[in-house]
């Protein structure tokens, strides 16, 4: 079995790990019925499959010829390519749409793709959903319903898509979009998770540094309280008491610290936690703007490939609202589906609604008067994802000097105050 490692949506450049290629003996039934049985050499059993249905051949055995079986068991890689896991990640369903595409561009029947995919996926997670899949499809459902109906973890537009194409006979067209517009959401939110991890290290590192100050450094002047004649300024006598206090009870520090990281990475998988943290995050002044632009791309982006592949105007809106996370986007883009059913224009419910800039509205409006409305959102999508970029950037560029300086003003502070507690001594020296 060859496993692929997938550069890109549309990419040519599927490598093969191995391409040692092996004979399979198969049989298999022609458009008539017939059955026929034979060998093919090829990398894999998928690759075979795929090469039979493109001479009309509906596969229903296929194995590896005598002295193939072990060869091909020592060339398998040692390491999955996306694991073996109970969960099915999100460049795994990439990888599955981009696949798909590529063998229905291929001229290969739906069921035999759909089946190849799941040969070549083995045991893992996909593979058993693959195979539930074209089980449903083989039973004469739509590949929207079946995939719909088994653990793949799809967003809701993916069938849509499917649906889409399904309807208008480009499914292979349709597939191809999933598999993009996964991939850029992927990126995009991957970009500002790694653009927020260096400022999080730093402003972890600080608090630790601070905590290690407290507890092991500022106890060691703790003695200067004692004496009744070291004159103390109040600060001092706040960090020195603190110090105290913090050595004293150090298993309640680590408890309380256990407690906030447990927390945290709670609040950062609760579904609850994160609408209130995006919530607040839309409401803040400095963060406000990249809220605003995130959501619009994510809306513009989402509208932009259903209209490019057929789906309804009302069901494109409805799934592109499905995207907004914002309490008050999400009214509004609940409001332009309103208007839109019952009878305004897009551009017109938009700018009715103050969801999209001045500039963005003109935008809708030529292209719906046009008839590319879908190339008119598409160019407003990379429009606010280029906003967005620059936002976190400038944010980030103010966000690291800030946090830098105030640990430095907290740890200053601390020590500071530790040197104003020595220099006391002197009215005890004197």
């Known amino acids: 079995m060859v ?66 079986a072990q060869s091909i068991v020592a060339e398998e890689p040692t390491f999955p390519i996306f694991g073996v896991g109970s969960k099915i990640t999100v460049l795994q369903r990439v990888w599955l749409f981009d696949e798909l ?161 447990g927390a945290a990475l709670w609040a950062s998988r609760n579904g609850q936690a994160r609408q209130w943290a995006w919530d607040l995050a839309a409401t803040l002044p400095w963060l406000r703007d990249w809220v605003t632009d995130a959501e619009s791309y994510r809306w513009s982006a989402m509208l932009a490939l259903l209209t490019q592949n057929r789906v309804n105007l009302l069901e494109a809106l409805a799934q592109a609202n499905s995207t907004l996370r914002g309490r008050n986007m999400a009214f509004k883009g609940q409001r332009v589906a309103d208007a839109v059913r019952q009878g305004r224009s897009l551009a017109a419910a938009v700018s009715e609604q103050g969801m999209l800039s001045s500039a963005a509205n003109s935008l809708v409006r030529v292209g719906e008067r046009s008839g590319t409305l879908d190339r008119a959102l598409s160019t407003l999508a990379g429009r606010y994802r280029s906003a967005s970029q620059q936002r976190i950037k400038r944010f980030l560029v103010l966000l690291e000097p800030v946090t830098i300086l105030l640990i430095s003003l907290v740890l200053g502070g601390i020590m500071i105050s530790v040197i104003l507690a020595v220099t006391s001594l002197t009215n005890v020296i004197g």
Request: glycine share 10%.
């Open 101 to 261: 595409a590529t063998l229905l561009e291929s001229g290969v029947v739906l069921a035999e793709a759909v089946d190849g995919l799941r040969a070549g996926e083995g045991a893992t997670a996909l593979g058993r959903a693959l195979g539930k899949v074209n089980a449903t499809l083989r039973a004469g459902t739509p590949l929207s319903i079946a995939l719909a109906a088994e653990g793949l973890g799809l967003p809701r537009y993916v069938i849509e898509l499917v649906r889409a194409g399904e309807s208008t006979g480009r499914l292979a067209g349709a597939a191809r979009a999933a598999a993009q517009q996964q991939l850029a959401d992927f990126e995009f939110g991957r970009e500002v998770r790694n653009a927020l991890v260096y400022p999080a290290v730093l402003l972890g590192s600080g608090i630790l540094a601070m905590l290690v100050v407290f507890v092991f450094v500022v106890p060691k002047f703790a003695t200067i309280l004692d004496n009744p004649k070291a004159d103390l300024p109040i600060v001092s006598l706040w960090v020195l008491h603190g110090g105290v206090w913090l050595a004293s009870h150090l298993e309640w520090v680590a408890a309380a610290v256990a407690a906030m990281v």
């Open 3 to 68: 496993l692929r490692v997938l550069h890109g949506p549309g990419s040519a450049d599927r490598l093969p790990l191995m391409t040692t290629s092996a004979r399979f003996n198969y049989r298999a039934a022609d458009a008539e019925g017939r059955q026929r049985a034979g060998s093919v050499d090829s990398d894999d059993e998928s690759s075979a499959v795929a090469a039979l249905a493109l001479q009309g051949l509906r596969v229903f055995e296929i194995t590896p010829s005598a002295g193939q």
